[in-house]
């Protein structure tokens, strides 16, 4: 009897693979190790930089603004996906919804990324938190990181929105 893979020939018989062509939601430990790579880079900048006698760039106030624009914009994304999508059950062109799929994932993947780097950047500092200038290192750091947190959660929920339906024939 060849062909498909019977319960019996299939190792991980009763779970269902996902059908072809779906996409899996972002792993959230996935995105944590992300986070602790960035974290690990971040510090390890920091003492590469100042080991060789340079001065280590502070996060700029700009930085703080174009990262909040981000979030914001794809917090916009997935509000109007979502409702487009979820509550009014219009279609979406394929493509179009695979882009703001990958603009989700990609921008949840980037902004642990940078969350790390800059969670590292101000942990770095914190020894010396009581000069004025670790202190301003610190607070841009982490405003910098709280705000890649808000990147991810937006990343997060434009791929969120852009599931489909389990009944997409049922209309409210």
């Known amino acids: 009897m060849s062909g498909g893979p019977g319960p019996e020939r299939a190792p991980g018989a009763g779970k269902e693979p996902p059908p072809?062509?779906?996409?899996?939601p972002t792993s959230r430990r996935l995105l944590v190790a992300?986070?602790?790579l960035g974290a690990a880079i971040g510090v390890t900048m920091v003492k590469a930089i100042e080991s060789r006698g340079g001065v280590v760039p502070t996060?700029?106030?700009l930085t703080l603004v174009a990262w909040t624009f981000l979030a914001s914009l794809l917090f916009a994304a997935a509000r109007?996906?979502?409702?487009?999508?979820q509550v009014r059950r219009?279609?979406?062109?394929?493509?179009?919804?695979?882009?703001?799929?990958?603009i989700g994932k990609a921008s949840a993947f980037v902004g642990a990324l940078c969350t790390g780097v800059y969670a590292g950047f101000a942990l770095s500092f914190l020894d010396?938190?009581?000069?004025?200038?670790?202190?301003?290192?610190?607070?841009?750091?982490g405003i910098a990181a709280v705000i890649s947190v808000?990147?991810?959660t937006a990343g997060l929920l434009l791929e969120?929105?852009?599931?489909?339906?389990?009944?997409?024939?049922?209309t409210p």
Request: with cysteine.
């Open 80 to 85: 109007n996906t979502h409702q487009r999508i």
């Open 160 to 170: 969120r929105a852009c599931r489909i339906p389990d009944d997409p024939e049922d």
């Open 34 to 36: 992300i986070a602790v």
């Open 128 to 141: 010396a938190v009581s000069s004025s200038g670790p202190r301003t290192r610190v607070i841009t750091a």
């Open 59 to 61: 996060v700029s106030w």
């Open 20 to 24: 072809e062509g779906s996409v899996r």
């Open 150 to 152: 808000l990147v991810v």
């Open 90 to 102: 219009e279609r979406m062109e394929p493509s179009r919804a695979v882009f703001l799929l990958l």
